[in-house]
């Protein structure tokens, strides 16, 4: 998903061919909410398009071959982008003109309560959609979704419970432990404490690596954890007084100042090299980001990395597969947003990609409560990140917490580690760049 909160890869335009079950076609008014393909015939042939950014796992876990062999007549073609925010101004874009929808966008979550507060006439309603409970996703993650009607316009993809990840050869080169449960200990209970291990990794450090990849990437780590973080609770921004944002600015700045990270905006093409070039011995890691690592350190990383418990818990990230109401098979492709993101395929993504899911039948699968990652030296992913799921206590989202972010990430924090640009003038710069943008 701003630097967008989910992995991201180059734009790509791939087609699979896929069919509706007799049941996804049967004739309805092209006038309802539900939507139709406007065709009387079961076995019409159709096209349904998806939209969305970074890597949701649908095509890497095999769910678009697995439905094209249950249902043969519906070709599905995706579009992934790599920029979530440009994909979310165009989105917005597209939303108000009523055209060059795909009949299934994906919202990542820091988006979300825009979409359901003021631009939720423009999507389908899936709760009332066939098979769809708003009880099977976790309470915090449906309401998310849910416009003051009560309408339910997207349907939980995943969830970002934290963890850290990190190179067990770098750590031990630098004189750490690299067990688990002792790297662990090393930050256990505050993020500063993950700072006080990076100066101790940077003083040691093997020649030419940093302790981590970003300070922005801590930024939205440490932030993930405060109860109090953009917005409140009626959804009014509150970014420049909050204790969140405070706390988690003052630590992005230190660990910068300290330069024990590498100074990379994350999800570009230098930090996915510097992977493979081991530059750096750890990430903040929510779910979705073993499966980053794991592309992008390629074979050479495997058995080079493990996954730690975080300092604190928290949520980066997440989206939800909404069904704008412009789109052409709104029916279709409410049933197909329905299937992809049902446990069973749920618990199949976070095996392939490590998206945990966000449904409660998807976190209790055993594919997920068992899971270990080989390539991350047999670490007990289920279990850990099952366990930073159940502590998650979700802060408030407003309307402009993802354009927030991204102005603070972006060109605030990057500009510190960038340029050296003064802490204070980087904030200034910040907040009207953000009173440009969203008029607070």
């Known amino acids: ?107 990542e979550v820091g988006y979300i309560a825009q979409a359901a507060n003021t631009l939720g006439d423009k999507f389908v309603d899936l709760g009332k959609t066939d098979g769809i409970n708003p009880s099977n996703w976790l309470d915090w993650k449906s309401k998310q979704a849910t416009t003051a009607k009560g309408a339910l316009i997207g349907l939980g993809t995943d969830i970002g419970p934290m963890a850290v990840c990190y190179r067990t050869d770098l750590f031990q080169q630098a004189g750490l432990p690299t067990d688990r449960t002792e790297v662990g200990k090393l930050w256990a209970g505050d993020w500063s404490k993950f700072v006080e291990a990076g100066k101790t990794y940077q003083a040691h450090a093997p020649a030419g690596t940093f302790f981590t990849d970003s300070a922005s990437g801590l930024f939205n780590a440490a932030l993930s954890a405060e109860p109090v973080q953009y917005s409140d609770a009626s959804g009014k921004l509150v970014y420049k007084d909050s204790p969140g944002v405070k706390k988690a600015w003052d630590l992005a700045v230190s660990a910068s100042q300290a330069k024990i990270s590498a100074g990379l905006r994350q999800f570009q093409d230098p930090w996915n090299a510097a992977f493979a070039n081991a530059k750096f011995a750890t990430v903040v890691c929510p779910s979705w980001m073993t499966g980053v690592i794991s592309k992008y350190a390629g074979d050479s990383g495997k058995g080079k990395w493990d996954v730690a418990a975080p300092p604190a818990a928290g949520n980066w990230g997440g ?97 510190i580690e960038e340029h050296g640009t003064d802490p204070a003038k980087a904030w200034s710069n910040v907040t009207k760049l953000i009173d440009d943008k969203v008029g607070h």
């Not at 697995?66 to 979310?88: C, F, L, R, S």
Request: aromatic share 6%; proline share 4%.
């Open 1 to 107: 998903m701003r630097t967008t909160t989910r992995p991201r890869r180059a734009a790509v335009l791939a087609t699979a061919v896929l069919a509706t079950s007799a049941l996804l076609l049967t004739a309805c008014s092209s006038g309802s909410d539900s939507g139709s393909s406007g065709s009387g015939d079961a076995n019409a042939k159709i096209t349904l398009t998806v939209g969305d950014f970074g890597t949701f796992g649908y095509k890497e876990a095999g769910l678009y071959d697995e439905y094209m062999a249950a249902h043969p007549n519906v070709t599905i073609k995706y579009d992934t982008v790599q920029d979530g925010q440009k994909y979310w101004d165009a989105l917005t874009t597209h939303l108000a003109s009523g055209s060059g929808l795909a009949d299934i966008q994906a919202v």
């Open 319 to 415: 989206a939800f597969l909404t069904v704008p109401k412009a789109g052409k098979h709104t029916k279709e492709a409410a049933a197909l947003a329905a299937w992809l993101t049902a446990p069973e395929q749920q618990a199949k993504v976070f095996t392939k990609v490590g998206n945990l899911p966000s449904t409660v039948g998807g976190l209790q699968q055993s594919a997920v409560q068992g899971a270990k990652a080989e390539y991350f030296t047999n670490a007990p992913t289920g279990q850990i990140f099952a366990a930073s799921a159940q502590s998650i206590k979700p802060a408030p989202i407003g309307e402009q917490d993802g354009n927030v972010k991204t102005i603070i990430t972006d060109n605030g924090v990057l500009d």
